[in-house]
């Protein structure tokens, strides 16, 4: 192996130095995505306790801003239905990158209504814990709280990171 020298001369008399301040600014991240736009959940029954048939959603995670610890993943529903009650279970958390992950706020389904409940919480892997790149799973499904009536309900599901 052949070593490679490189000489330059110094520059003779006095130099001056150029000296700037350089502002590096990182852009902040908040970001979820899901793998699925829209999933049905279909009672075969109408009395109370029925179920529906249960849909996994595959959700990715991009932040790097989170400073809160509990709720940083919440979801509603846009609309209550008599009767009826959205449940949610949060699976694990795969961290891909960051200095925080995931775990969930509640073992179990629990039933989301027409404001924010808490999914996920943040947990501090090292330094500041403010960034979380991975992937979680949320379970859906639907119960019946009573009999209900013959209907097609459109809901419109949210789920939101919340950072500060």
Do not use: W
Request: hydrophobic residues 45%.
């Amino acid at each position: 192996m052949a070593a490679l020298l490189l000489s330059v001369p110094a520059a003779s008399g006095a130099g001056e130095l150029a000296s700037h301040q350089v502002t590096i600014s990182v852009p902040q991240a908040s970001e979820i995505s899901g793998d699925l736009q829209s999933f049905n959940l279909a009672f075969q029954d109408f009395l109370q306790g029925s179920e529906t048939n249960q849909q996994v959603v595959n959700y990715r995670i991009k932040a790097n801003n989170l400073s809160r610890n509990s709720g940083v993943v919440q979801a509603k529903v846009s609309v209550s239905i008599d009767g009826v009650s959205v449940k949610a279970d949060v699976g694990a958390y795969h961290k891909q990158a960051g200095n925080a992950h995931l775990v969930e706020s509640n073992a179990g389904f629990i039933s989301l209504g027409e404001n924010y409940t808490h999914l996920c919480d943040r947990q501090t892997d090292s330094g500041d814990g403010a960034v979380a790149v991975g992937n979680f799973s949320v379970t859906y499904k639907a119960a019946a709280d009573q009999a209900i009536s013959a209907q097609d309900v459109l809901v419109e599901l949210s789920i939101v990171i919340v950072d500060i």
